[in-house]
């Protein structure tokens, strides 16, 4: 932490490449484990890039808008929400998106799950949306709920396929009640899919190691 206060969100002049990569990596690690001053820091780069895109080095958009979005309140959920909606930029719709899927906040992640499902967001968009909140720890296993309460209107919705695609960061599951609600959701639904068949029983190999490993630890 003082190492991240001391660097700063904000590139200086004569930076390496080697700080520069350390900056990304460090400033969104010590935020998220605690430094309150650092959040509120990436929550005004935030909204003042949404006013202008050149308030943040290009280099650390991504890991301010993570931050910022990871401990947003209703406010600034609003703001990142309505630009990932209505933005043409397709790089920015895709920044938005998965910063938004590290929300923390029960109540905003419930509304950017149902998200998913709303007019407002492209199939491709929904599944990149849903595929980043299973790939977060914290998210995963509300996002397998939701998954499963509304399977059928989001495999109507997103591309071809995307159901097994889902499937793979699911495999990050390692308990022994979520094993057992991944394979009675999937087991049946899996070989109805192309390549599902194939990527549920991976999924549950590394699912099964996971628990082998931590009753072993």
Known sequence: MPLARELGWQERAGDSDDLRDLRVTLLPYAAETGDLALRAQARELALAWIANREAVPATMTRAVLDTAARFADAGLYEQLQALATSTLDLRERYYLLSALAKLRDSALRERL?????????????????????????????????????????????????????????????????????????????????????????????????????????
Do not use: W
Request: hydrophobic content about 45%.
């Open 113 to 217: 799950l149902a998200l998913a499902l709303q007019k407002d967001l492209s199939g491709r968009d929904a599944r990149d949306l849903f595929e980043d909140a299973l790939e977060d720890e914290v998210n995963r296993r509300p996002a397998f709920d939701f998954l499963r309460a509304n399977y059928d209107a989001l495999a109507a919705k997103l591309p071809e396929h995307s159901m097994a695609r889902l499937m793979a960061p699911l495999a990050e599951l390692c308990t022994r009640e979520e094993r057992e609600l991944f394979a009675g959701f999937f087991k049946e639904r899996a070989p109805q899919v192309l390549g599902g068949a194939r990527q549920y029983r991976q999924s549950l190999e590394r699912i099964d190691l996971c628990i082998a490993a931590r009753n072993n630890s």
